[in-house]
């Protein structure tokens, strides 16, 4: 798959939990919703903390993949 159109990125590397989602989190309320986030994390503990932050908000993560040592996440903004 390739990437979603997003409108914001985001560069949540090198810094360590709880940072990258609370960083997403002020992201995500300045978008519209139906706009989609790219975050980039180097932390690995990003992948699981990401899904369950997504499903707890009930924001869509579209897409994710791993490059290298880096995370991209695709967030859609959804309310």
Known sequence: MSKPEFVES??????SCPLPILKTKKAI???EVGQVLEMVA????????VT??????????VHHEKQNDEFYFYIEKTH
């Open 10 to 15: 985001l560069n949540c590397r090198k810094l």
């Open 29 to 31: 309320d300045k978008l």
């Open 42 to 49: 180097t932390d690995p503990g990003s992948l699981p903390d």
């Open 52 to 61: 369950a932050w997504a499903r707890q908000t009930q924001h869509k993560l």
